[in-house]
Nanobody
Framework: QVQLAESGGGLVQVGGSLRLSCQAS????????MSWYRQFPGKEREKVAS???????NYTDSAKGRFTISRDNANRTWDLQMNSLEPEDTAVYYC??????????????????WGQGTLVAVSS
């Protein structure tokens, strides 16, 4: 069973920074494609950033230039560095593990599983 654990959320003033981290646990797999999402109260969950197995990143328009997604395959973690935070960034943030590579026989597997969510609150 694959499980995700999130950390790094909290309270911050405008212009501040936070670094969110997601770690996957379980046997015999390598992380492949991952994402970070956020959800505002009463709104649908939306993708903030994603990263492919080759390291190619994509961001929603509001995150471009401020957020950076990165990965560490050896530790099976992926982070979201958030700079220049604004009150509009206040939301519950979720990491998502889209696909993995399983071992010992290499094979791609779709998971689409979520972390438990971590609150980011930006005060004005």
């Amino acid at each position: 069973q694959v499980q995700l654990a999130e950390s790094g959320g909290g309270l911050v003033q405008v212009g501040g920074s936070l670094r969110l981290s997601c770690q996957a646990s379980g046997d015999q797999f390598t992380i492949n494609a991952m994402s970070w999402y956020r959800q505002f109260p009463g709104k649908e969950r939306e993708k903030v950033a994603s990263i492919t197995s080759g390291g190619s990143a994509n961001y929603t328009d509001s995150a471009k230039g401020r957020f950076t997604i990165s990965r560490d395959n050896a530790n099976r973690t992926w982070d979201l560095q958030m700079n220049s935070l604004e009150p509009e960034d206040t939301a519950v943030y979720y990491c998502n593990l889209r696909t993995i590579i399983v071992s010992p026989t290499p094979a791609y597997k779709y998971l689409g599983i979520w972390g438990q969510g971590t609150l980011v609150a930006v005060s004005s």
